[in-house]
């Protein structure tokens, strides 16, 4: 590691990904509102109520997974580096930028649950994300400085690998299911996401996550 590249270590931008994740987290349950199912016939009220938020809670389940996952490939690159330079930092804030939307994106499918649009609203947010991730481990690969050591760098490429197809893939999927057939469809194609992740683990021969 060469220190006159280095601007600061990682410590402090996980963190603030951490707090950014935590945010985008409460927001989506935010928009899951208490069903109101009072007096008689309460019980099919709840019924009603409930069943009418069936897009809301489906587009909370989705995004909720597909944060966790973000996290996850962050975290993986963090463990990899030793430090932070100006451009892995900027990297990271374009991440966070694009991380921040995923409420707005999930509150989209919940209001517009017939609109397939919606859902290429959605799939294409997702894909950036795992676009920027991709960069930011493809800047890491490729400056020397950054690494721990550097025979950690094959799974880092291999992230790369699988963020610039896979997600792309599955994205185009859930367009396609939601043109073809309904948007709640599409949108549920996203739960093939760590189907294929675990499937392009074994295809690698179990590469560490």
């Known amino acids: 590691m060469n220190a006159k590249f280095m601007v600061s270590t990682n410590e402090r931008l996980s963190a603030l990904f951490d707090g950014v994740i935590a945010i985008a987290i409460t927001l989506l ?4 509102k208490l069903p109101d199912a009072q007096g008689d016939g309460a019980e099919i009220l709840l ?7 069936i897009p809301e809670i489906v587009a909370w389940l989705i995004s909720f997974i597909m944060i966790a996952r973000i996290w ?6 963090w463990v990899y580096i030793s430090g932070c330079d100006r451009w892995s930092i900027i990297l990271t804030f ?8 995923i409420p707005f994106g999930s509150n989209l499918v919940g209001q517009y649950p017939n ?8 799939s ?20 020397d400085h950054l690494h721990r050591e550097r025979g950690q760098v094959i799974i880092l490429k291999n992230r790369v690998i699988y963020l610039t ?41 179990n590469v560490k996550t």
């Open 94 to 101: 374009c991440l966070l930028a694009a991380c921040s939307l």
């Open 124 to 143: 294409v947010l997702m894909v950036v994300n795992g676009l920027l991730v991709a960069a930011l481990a493809a800047y890491v690969i490729r400056n």
């Open 29 to 32: 349950v935010l928009e899951l």
């Open 165 to 205: 197809t896979v997600i792309p893939a599955v994205g185009a999927f859930a367009v396609f299911l939601a043109y073809k057939q309904h948007s709640l469809v599409g949108i549920s194609g996203w739960l093939i996401e760590p189907l294929a992740l675990f499937v392009y683990h074994q295809l690698k021969g």
């Open 47 to 53: 019924y009603d109520a409930l069943k009418a938020q």
């Open 72 to 77: 996850q490939e962050q975290h993986i690159i």
């Open 115 to 122: 609109s397939p649009f919606v859902v290429l609203i959605f």
